[in-house]
């Protein structure tokens, strides 16, 4: 697939200048992405960063204030790459369920694509975000991150598959719980089936593809389950609420 230039709407407090709009800013964020896959987030540093664009330490912080900022940065790009996936693919989807099914493959899948960034290794960044994504918000600073709008993107993301999960079945209780809970599901199994296995009833021995599969009718099963069960559901927390 061709790659080509779009420039993603990311929260202006995640950075100093702009890094979408000039060339050493995209640099930046492309050796990012494949230096956090290389040694992790915890060994990642400004230093070792301008050592392989090759540019000066001094340039990177002109851009970004902390490796903190750089890497809840490259999250949002993701989150708003995946909302733009979801509204491209499903845009003339009137078949809620379809939709839905739609936006469950996109979440877990990076490889049936079709958009492709010139600066930015979608595959790579997915595997980050599977990796490490959670250490974004998992934090002390969490809710001084949140007044800034750090995770408004993700946010946005979620509630974009919530609405569709309203369209499927408009009285289902727990839209938005469950677009978070699916995302979040998809992200840990992929993470335990690669290394903590007993974690999971996922098989990682074919490729990322078959693994890819095997998420994505997981996620189906929960999903569709729920929500086509949700008058049993019902009735189970009324029973409960009687009982307490």
């Not at 800013?25 to 301008?50: A, C, M, P, T, Y």
């Not at 902390?66 to 809840?72: D, E, G, P, S």
């Not at 890819?212 to 009718?217: A, G, Y």
Request: net charge negative; with cysteine; aromatic share 12%.
């Amino acid at each position: 697939m061709k790659s080509f230039f779009v420039q993603l709407e990311i929260n202006p407090n995640l950075y100093l200048k702009d890094p979408q709009k000039t060339k050493l800013g995209r640099k930046i964020i492309e050796h990012s992405v494949l230096l956090i896959d290389e040694i992790g987030l915890e060994q990642f540093n400004f230093k070792k960063l301008s050592d392989i664009i090759p540019s000066s330490e001094a340039s990177v912080y002109r851009y970004f204030e902390n490796k903190h900022h750089l890497f809840v940065y490259l999250l949002n790009w993701y989150w708003e790459w995946m909302i733009a996936r979801i509204e491209l693919n499903t845009l003339n989807i009137t078949d809620p369920k379809v939709k839905l099914r739609v936006a469950l493959g996109i979440i877990v899948d990076t490889a049936n694509r079709n958009m492709d960034i010139e600066f930015v290794d979608e595959e790579i960044l997915h595997k980050i975000v599977v990796r490490e994504g959670a250490k974004a918000y998992h934090h002390k600073l969490v809710d001084e991150d949140n007044g800034y709008g750090f995770f408004l993107s993700y946010k946005e993301l979620c509630n974009k598959i919530a609405a569709i999960i309203s369209e499927v079945r408009e009285d289902f209780l727990y839209p938005k719980a469950l677009a978070s809970t699916l995302i979040e599901t998809a992200n840990n199994n992929l993470y335990f089936a690669r290394h903590l296995p007993r974690l999971t009833d996922l098989s990682d021995e074919g490729d990322d593809q078959s693994l890819n599969e095997q998420v994505k009718k997981m996620l189906g099963f929960f999903c569709f389950g729920l929500i086509e069960n949700n008058s049993h559901s019902d009735s189970l927390i009324k029973d409960m609420e009687m009982r307490n």
